[in-house]
């Protein structure tokens, strides 16, 4: 009896031994290393790709940049050749213009010369050459260009030479202009040709304030 119970126990010890045994693995640190791993591998890739996408849009905006430049030059070149075109045209149009009314004074001296031909009074030539000259001094007058009163007045350098003197028994005629050799004309607040003139000399008495004014005497023009 004894030894059928102790073989029934040694047959359950072999069972329970050959049973194999269930181990229990926590991986949850694993999977979550796993996870970071996973992660910065990620951003490792995903940088430079933000980097290159960057840098692909830098290079565009600097072509277009470039682009919009080289257009606005092109631009300024041709709105400068358009502008040097019209102020050459205009320009042209003012010459002509101009010539076209000197073309009349042309027209009036022939008639003159004609009108000596065929009446050599002096008179009447004398008053076509006034005729002549007044016109041209109309003309002038209609582009703005004048001729400059200096006659009796007081000397002014920088309207007018001085190529001499003349004695004046006036005082109030010391330094003021007594005759006129030269016109001179004005185009605006601008000179275009000084007056030669002759200015009275006050050789008597206390001379006039007019002195205080230097005029330069041209000696070529005495």
């Known amino acids: 009896m004894t030894k059928r119970k102790s073989s029934k126990h040694k047959q359950q010890k072999e069972k329970i031994e ?3 045994k269930i181990r229990v693995v926590d991986r949850r640190f694993s999977a979550q290393a796993e996870a970071l791993v996973e992660e910065a591998s990620k951003s490792e890739k995903k940088y430079p790709t933000i980097v290159e996408e960057l840098k692909a849009r830098t290079e ?4 277009k940049l470039k682009e919009k430049l080289k257009q606005l030059d092109e631009e300024n070149e ?5 502008l040097k075109k019209d102020m050459e045209r205009r320009l042209n149009q003012e010459k002509l213009e101009l010539f076209r009314n000197f073309l009349e004074i042309i027209d009036n001296f022939e008639r003159a010369l004609k009108a000596a031909d065929e009446t ?3 008179e009447d030539l004398r008053e076509g050459v006034q005729l002549n000259l007044d016109l041209l001094l109309s003309k002038f007058k209609s582009i703005g260009i004048e ?3 200096v006659l009796h007045q007081p000397f002014n350098p920088h309207e007018a ?3 001499g003197t003349v004695s004046v028994d006036d005082p109030e005629l010391d330094h003021h202009v007594i005759e006129v050799i030269q016109g001179g004309f004005r185009w605006g607040d601008q000179v275009l040709r000084p007056a030669r003139v002759q200015i009275g000399q006050y050789q ?4 006039s304030d007019g002195e205080d004014q230097e005029a330069t005497v041209s000696s070529e023009g005495s």
Request: proline fraction near 16%; hydrophobic fraction near 30%; glycine fraction near 8%.
């Open 78 to 82: 041709a709105y400068r050749v358009r």
């Open 161 to 163: 030479e001085a190529v």
């Open 18 to 20: 050959e049973t194999p």
């Open 60 to 63: 565009l905006a600097e072509q």
């Open 204 to 207: 008597g008495g206390e001379p």
């Open 147 to 149: 001729p400059m009163e």
């Open 120 to 122: 050599s009074t002096p």
